[in-house]
DNA sequence: ACATTATATGGAGCAAAGTTCCGTATTTCA
DNA sequence: TGAAATACGGAACTTTGCTCCATATAATGT
């Protein structure tokens, strides 16, 4: 849904360059994430947005700042597709796609499921956010389907999130195992539609 | 059971200096890890155990060899544990104490319950050790209070330690959480004796 | 007991990576 | 356009995993 800068106290304009260069980070880092996993140095990253490491650094003071902001955003656009999908898709599909699309987000970002259950302060702030922020879209799309008749009633949206998570956890790698596994989730929510 | 060595593949004797340190290695990282966590540094390390760090990289080429050695030892000692108390408790007894004393283990070795789920390709021979190795001594435990006709007889193993160590991957530090949810679960072994 | 040899030790030093610092460059605004 | 505010880059510092090798110690045969 929104996607600019969520900080309405903002008591001081962001420089130009400042947000062009933020930004240039938080693409590079993705993209070097997804490559070399979030262990990958803050050089590369930096190398790959174009800017000095001390660019880097006021952005996001240490490391573990600029995965938490990734993954933000990538939970972001990921709550954002569930109202996209509704809008193009029947009840149950959008659900479907829905949580295919979740699911590749949690498989894909190696790291982000680890740094859900991790006890290093840094990552303290994860996972409030990443459940308060996907809960709401999951839950619209569970009650579309359920007014809809197409799938059971008594399901959290929670159980769904945590279960994906969980399952990506102890099968790395195992694409196919996650997908048969989700997939049987989603068929189990049609039983006694 | 067993606690030596248990190469039986032997090649060469083992000068007895080296086991000395090896075993003290062993202490100190155990001790260490505990308190400062698996990300503590080798030197760390070397200097509790009092020895530098050339001897540390001769016995555990790397660090992650050192964390898993430590590991392995725990789950040996708590494998162990289950025969004894086996002896001098009933059947059911010795099955919840030795579920406590298995919850405590995962609980308080931080580091652990993730290094089982790690990608890391290091870590990669510690889970099969961890269920071969602990699946035996519960089963013996599930089997004697199954024909004592103390609990069910429905449920298996390795169900239970993977319950308790995904327990514990999410929830942190909240051992009174994890401890209503165990007791949870050997009650409802009792469910139907 | 002693010499010989195989083995083990310690810790200086190297390399990689996170983080800080500050002189310089860019943007903003009047 | 000029001054003030802000941001930038990257050298340098720190920490930490790991290597190397001159030295020390244990095992073994005589």
Redesign the pocket.
Known sequence: MNSEEPTLTTS???????QR?KNALLEAALDVFVTLGV?A???EIAAKA??????V???F???SDLIVAVFCREVDACADVAFSLEEEHSQFDALALWMQHYTSLIATKRGLAPALHSDDSAYSRLPSYFYERLRPALQKLLDGAIQAGEIRSDVEADDLLRAVVNLCMSAHDEANYVNRMVSLLIDGLRYKA
Chains 1, 2 share one sequence.
């Open positions: 001081k304009p962001i420089r130009a360059d400042a260069n262990d140095p803050v050089r174009g800017v000095g490491v001390g660019t650094y006021r952005h003071p240490e490391r």
